[in-house]
T-cell receptor
């Protein structure tokens, strides 16, 4: 079956702009999580969506937001981009069943803010 | 707050050697996962350990969960160039939810 698909793979934006990233989870997976990966901070949890509702949130400013659609596809939006937002943004999907659900990651979107 | 400390951060060894990487925490965790991430790809789950003292093997990789469930190790026997990558440990903060906290990772390079 198809894996987690993230689009676009690469993106260059100017400081102050906003950006929307997309994630299509594995078919049947209802949980979608977003992570930011940078060389300095490593992988950090942004938020998780389940059945169109934000279920968990990390410690990121309100400029970072997301949503999930009825087909479980998810989008992440970053407004008023800053240079420090340059990172690899990863999406992970899971069945969200069981005590320790397995996360399947996409290839990520590499965002560069100039 | 960095809840998981991984060591070493970088490791470069020759093909055929053995190696161990570590993941430590000051607090007890209910489970721990190990991932491998290759350049240009997302992390891929290798194993989940749950029980204190648990040992799991995946071909040449051996994963161990400490008795006190505060630490874990990954041992690779006879490393191969294909083992090159970033190894990450992660813990779930909320059971049943996908909220993972990752260590900084160990960047492993196996030289032919």
């Amino acid at each position: 079956k198809a894996g987690v698909t993230q689009t676009p793979r690469y993106l260059i934006k100017t400081r102050g702009q906003q950006v929307t990233l997309s994630c299509s989870p594995i078919s049947g997976h209802r949980s979608v999580s977003w992570y930011q990966q940078t060389p300095g901070q490593g992988l950090q949890f942004l938020f998780e969506y389940f059945s169109e509702t934000q279920r968990n949130k990390g410690n990121f400013p309100g400029r970072f937001s997301g949503r999930q659609f009825s087909n479980s596809r998810s989008e992440m939006n970053v407004s008023t981009l800053e240079l420090g937002d340059s990172a690899l943004y990863l999406c992970a999907s899971s069945l969200a069943s069981g005590v320790f659900p397995e996360a399947f990651f996409g290839q990520g979107t590499r965002l560069t803010v100039v | 707050t960095q809840l998981l400390e991984q060591s070493p951060q970088f490791l470069s060894i020759q093909e055929g050697e053995n190696l161990t990487v570590y993941c430590n925490s000051s607090s007890v965790f209910s489970s721990l996962q190990w991932y491998r991430q290759e350049p240009g790809e997302g992390p891929v789950l290798l194993v989940t350990v749950v029980t204190g003292g648990e040992v799991k093997k995946l071909k040449r990789l051996t994963f161990q969960f400490g008795d006190a469930r505060k630490d874990s190790s990954l041992h690779i026997t006879a490393a191969q160039p294909g083992d090159t990558g970033l190894y990450l440990c992660a813990r779930t903060l909320i059971q049943g939810a996908q909220k993972l906290v990752f260590g900084q990772g160990t960047r492993l390079t196996i030289n032919p």
